[in-house]
């Protein structure tokens, strides 16, 4: 444990406790906000600038806000959370707890939960207090568990005992260290990784939902099988992690240049408007889909690579823009906005909306780390790299701002085979990808290790 843990001493066993306690509710990773005057119920929440709260508090559909107080529809959007405060008494839920997300700000803030909440914290939440300290638990299910504590109380002093020590993401302290002994969780991972390095070639396998690892003969092990390593389980809420990392396999050529055999998908959507949504997708390629390049009869292909910075595919006739975000500063200027592909009379061919984008992003965690592998068959194996790449602080909008510049972009595999019979055959794939490299535009911070 280290020095500033030590220091804290027996301070720490009170916020221990409380981290146990919502661990035993379901809680899987924690954090803490210090709050602020302005931080109660008639100022909401406030969740930090941008939107990186989102990766962090899992929350429902984002949604326009007609309330009133929003002025339009596009002013601001929100989020529902399932929060529940947690006292002696158990969890009690605040129906109406919700996100807040203000674009052009841009923050994030919460509110709503105090409104019909059985046993909550109603004085402290509603003050103007400094030193109070706000403590999350978050559920694999996506329930958000809460408790907050003045400043005078001993969760509190443990707290700010510890805090200095604790990495942070935004406005919050990931709690994790203090779950795992003043063990840093980044040193973790590390030396996880570092002895499935160590292992050398790994036999292909796939960690069962009872948490017992088996054999997988498909070519495509290289993730499944790191996270049967790292005794990761699935889950249904978000993408697979470790002490609140998210981890990504991705294929190399070698272990000296490091150089990635193929580009990183980012998510796969379906469009959620245009031609592609409101008259199907045969009516979509009849009108812009392309006879097969290979000879195969009586089958239509939409392929291509599409960019931003790029004029009318040559083989679609369409291109890819964003409505609705501001370049030069980065912010969301219309959230009924989104990534649309448009023909050369500015038809929309298919659309993604700003919405939609969100909540596929934010599955993602705040941190993530990218682990090389090579791979050697049969019978299908895995050797692990000893230099990964650890990125830390995602956003939706620094998304956009990729795909803005270009270096995001839609990569489609979508075809209809019996064309012309009467009960044609489609497969859909939409997906967003970026070189490898390019990473870095979509995170706030990466280091090599």
């Given at each position: ?5 030590n ?87 605040a ?17 709503g ?84 390095h ?27 099988t ?45 469009p ?61 200027t ?53 230099v ?10 620094l ?41 870095s ?9």
């Amino acid at each position: 444990m280290n020095s500033a843990l030590n220091k804290a001493n027996g301070l720490i066993t009170p916020l221990t406790h409380l981290l146990d306690q919502m661990a035993a509710h379901g809680a899987v990773r924690f954090y803490a906000k210090r709050l602020a005057p302005n931080d109660n119920s008639k100022n909401q929440v406030y969740l930090g600038g941008g939107f990186g709260a989102l990766n962090i508090i899992p929350h429902g559909p984002v949604e326009g806000d007609d309330s009133d107080r929003a002025g339009s529809v596009r002013d601001r959007a929100k989020a529902m959370v399932s929060f529940f405060w947690l006292d002696e008494d158990g969890l009690a839920l605040a129906p109406d707890a919700q996100l807040i997300l203000y674009p052009k700000y841009p923050e994030v803030r919460m509110s709503g939960f105090l409104r019909g909440a059985e046993r909550a914290p109603n004085v402290l939440m509603k003050s103007r207090d400094e030193g109070r300290v706000l403590v999350f638990g978050i559920c694999a299910d996506g329930r958000v568990l809460g408790q907050v504590v003045a400043a005078d109380d001993p969760i509190a002093h443990a707290f700010d005992a510890a805090a200095s020590s604790l990495e942070t993401a935004g406005v919050f302290h990931d709690l994790e260290k203090l779950r795992q002994d003043g063990t840093d969780p980044k040193d973790a991972l590390l030396a996880a990784l570092r002895r499935i390095h160590a292992k050398g070639w790994i036999a292909s396998q796939k960690m069962g939902r009872a948490g017992v690892p088996a054999p997988y003969s498909a070519r495509n092990g290289g993730g499944y099988t790191l996270e049967a390593e790292l005794g990761i389980a699935p889950n249904g809420y978000a993408d697979p992690d470790y002490m609140g990392w998210e981890v990504k396999q991705y294929g190399v050529s070698d272990f000296t240049s490091y150089r990635a055999r193929s580009p990183v998908t980012l998510m796969t959507p379906e469009p959620t408007g245009g031609l592609y949504r409101e008259e199907g997708v045969a009516a979509f390629l009849h009108r812009y889909g392309y006879a097969d390049k290979s000879g195969k009869a009586d089958r239509i292909n939409f392929g291509g690579i599409y960019t931003a910075s790029r004029d009318f595919h040559a083989d679609t006739g369409l291109m890819l823009r964003l409505d609705g975000f501001d370049t030069t500063t980065g912010k969301i200027t219309d959230l009924d906005g989104g990534i649309v592909l448009l023909d050369r009379d500015d038809n929309v061919a298919a659309s993604w909306g700003f919405r939609g984008i969100m909540a596929h992003w934010n599955r993602k965690h705040a941190k993530a780390v990218y682990v090389p592998s090579l791979m050697q068959f049969p019978p299908p194996e895995y050797s692990y790299g000893n230099v990964v790449q650890l990125c830390e602080g995602t956003d939706v909008l620094l998304l956009l701002a990729a795909i803005s510049a270009g270096s995001v972009y839609y990569d489609p595999g979508i075809k209809m085979e019996d064309a012309g019979s009467a009960r044609p055959v489609i497969k859909r794939r939409s997906q967003f990808r970026v070189r490898h490299e390019g990473l870095s535009a979509l995170y706030k911070s990466i280091s090599r290790a």
